[in-house]
């Protein structure tokens, strides 16, 4: 039970810990990050940018988000093969050279007190 994949479980058995610390960096992809979205996220930022209806809806999922195709190998411990799950996330659409979330202004996020968890 020493290979990589245990290792890496157990790093992450218990979660990331973050705390913000309002700098902005997170909010930027430089085609490494995302910043993935729940329906409860996306609910939130509609209430708070007065969209109601669903036509609003989709004008803020094709301004704001995207599909995210992610995946990640896993082999079972003793296993001689492993798999490689394929799913698919939504999140933000980054824009500009650098990559930065639409609601980042002077390293600042515009929607912080409901931004995505």
């Given at each position: 039970m020493t290979t990589s994949?245990?290792?890496l479980s157990k790093l992450l058995e218990n979660g990331i810990e973050f705390s913000c610390q309002m700098c902005g960096e997170c909010c930027r992809g430089f085609n490494e990050g995302?910043?993935?979205l729940y329906q409860e996220d996306i609910e939130r930022l509609m209430k708070s940018?007065?969209?109601?209806?669903k036509s609003d809806l989709k004008k803020f999922a094709e301004k704001y988000l995207?599909?995210?195709n992610d995946s990640f190998f896993w082999k079972e411990?003793?296993?001689?093969?492993?798999?490689?799950?394929r799913?698919?996330?939504?999140?933000?659409?980054?824009?500009?050279e650098d990559e930065y979330c639409q609601?980042?202004?002077?390293?600042r996020c515009t929607v912080h007190e409901v931004r995505p968890f």
């Open positions: 994949e245990i290792k995302e910043v993935y940018l007065n969209l109601t209806k995207k599909v995210v411990p003793g296993a001689e093969r492993g798999k490689t799950y799913f698919k996330n939504v999140g933000f659409k980054f824009t500009g609601f980042l202004q002077e390293n």
